[in-house]
T-cell receptor, first 110, second 114 residues
Framework: QKEVEQNSGPLSVPEGAIASLNCTYS??????FFWYRQYSGKSPELIMF????GDKEDGRFTAQLNKASQYVSLLIRDSQPSDSATYLC??????????FGSGTQLTVLP | NAGVTQTPKFRILKIGQSMTLQCTQD?????MYWYRQDPGMGLKLIYY???????DKGEVPNGYNVSRSTTEDFPLRLELAAPSQTSVYFC?????????????FGPGTRLLVL
């Protein structure tokens, strides 16, 4: 079992819709969870982090964490074509290693 | 990519050659990481460091070595390059202060081993 798993994708949503991205992890000692956006040919950019169970909102982005289910998700509301990118989930493990999932490619259709 | 610099941007190596990828950050972050990213894939952790003088292996450390003699620098050494090491290499730094997370990635080094 991979340590961090994401929806295989690709995911396409129409402009203005909600995009939902999911991630599961195996290390129950993990305490910090991150979402990144990566445009083609560029380096990843941190867009959300969450430490506690529940929801965390920042603008059009909402991160959701459920430690009991070892599940973290990212919702993008009012999706825009400029949101088209690969979204990466990462987990800070108990040994302080930062482990990434394989990413989900999102396309927002105008 | 503010704060994390990587050199070189691009390099072609012959099989069996060695090289060092440089990574420097000026934000006094304790944590630093090296990743490789193959086309269409996520980032795989090679090595990481939680502070000067401390390094640990990640998921794919074979064929690589690191050192962390200062907080600022975290070079990655490739010994005896192989075609399987063809990839894009990213260095990253992070810190957590007052409940807020800051992370930066370098612009990447594209390595081709022929």
């Amino acid at each position: 079992q991979k340590e961090v798993e994401q929806n295989s994708g690709p995911l396409s949503v129409p402009e203005g819709a909600i995009a939902s991205l999911n991630c599961t992890y195996s290390d129950r000692g993990s305490q910090s969870f991150f979402w990144y956006r990566q445009y083609s040919g560029k380096s990843p950019e941190l867009i959300m982090f969450i430490y506690s169970n529940g929801d965390k909102e920042d603008g059009r982005f909402t991160a959701q964490l459920n430690k009991a289910s070892q599940y973290v998700s990212l919702l993008i509301r009012d999706s825009q074509p400029s949101d088209s990118a690969t979204y990466l989930c990462a987990v800070l493990g108990s040994a302080r290693q930062l482990t990434f999932g394989s990413g989900t490619q999102l396309t927002v259709l105008p | 990519n503010a704060g994390v610099t990587q050199t070189p941007k691009f390099r072609i190596l012959k099989i069996g050659q060695s090289m060092t990828l440089q990574c420097t950050q000026d934000m006094n972050h304790n944590y630093m990481y090296w990743y490789r990213q193959d086309p269409g894939m996520g980032l795989k952790l090679i090595y990481y460091s939680v502070g000067a003088g401390i390094t640990d292996k990640g998921e794919v450390p074979n064929g690589y070595n690191v050192s962390r003699s200062t907080t600022e620098d975290f070079p990655l050494r490739l010994e005896l390059a192989a075609p399987s090491q063809t990839s894009v290499y990213f260095c990253a730094s992070r810190t957590r202060l007052a409940g807020s997370e800051t992370q930066y990635f370098g612009p990447g080094t594209r390595l081709l081993v022929l």
